[in-house]
């Protein structure tokens, strides 16, 4: 892949842009900035740089980066990743902003209309339980269902992902059990070293320590920053919103 990004040739946006996504998939936050910005739009630069943003907390940041992603899909016409673009910029607002992301959620639905792309519908189903998380008894049953739907058509790339809304979800009811099962199953799920800074930003809602001998990750701000962003997004949502317990 490197040697095909260094040759410059038609492939070499493509090449960059998975050399970025491996940086970030292991947890190398600076390494995936610095080949990000070197991608132009073929490289689909700025949906790239959204993907490293949002783990760091940075939510706003992110949220724009999605956002120029979606409207350069629109001035050239390519549906698909507009509507893709927009489904992520609906999932990390509503970590913030439930209330936003209802019709962030709704325009990537209308994108969506005549495209199949099963993999950005699957990001809206994690976007909606993200966005209630804390509210609605039956969030762990669809979460289940999301997450059968998730390994039927074979996208587990996702899983870590929809096991974060579940953390989420339980961190912002205070639920210690079941929170404490949801980030074994992310660990689990993440052994490979892929996605496993998904498990510490679910140790940082609850403030919980990082489990010792996992994957070490290079966060582009100091570790307690981020760890602070996280647990404030838990602490506002407990604010905002009446939760409901058992």
Known sequence: ????????????????????????????????????????????????????????????????????????????????????????????????DPTAADGEIALAHQF?????????????????????????????????????????????SLLPLLELAVCFHHAVRGDDGPLAAAIHRLRRITNDGDHAYLADIACFMDNRPITPGGHPVRWLENEETIRRRWRGFVTDRRGTYWVSRP
Not at 73 to 95: K, N, P, Y
Not at 124 to 153: H, S, V
């Open 112 to 156: 969506l209309t005549d495209l199949t792309l099963h993999a950005t519908t699957l990001t809206l189903g994690i976007a909606t339980l993200i966005r209630d998380a804390g509210r609605g008894p039956d969030l762990d049953e669809r979460a289940q269902a999301l997450r059968a739907e998730t390994e039927t058509a074979g996208l587990t």
């Open 1 to 96: 892949m490197q040697q095909v990004a260094d040759g410059g040739g038609r492939l070499a946006p493509a090449a960059r842009r998975g050399l970025a996504h491996l940086a970030r998939l292991a947890g190398d936050f600076p390494a995936a900035l610095t080949v990000a910005e070197t991608l132009g739009w073929a490289g689909r630069r700025n949906r790239v740089l959204g993907d490293i943003h949002w783990p760091q907390g940075d939510i706003a940041r992110a949220a724009d980066d999605y956002e120029h992603a979606r409207n350069d899909a629109d001035q050239r016409g390519i549906t698909g990743e507009r509507a893709t673009a927009q489904a992520h910029r609906a999932l990390v607002l509503a970590f913030v």
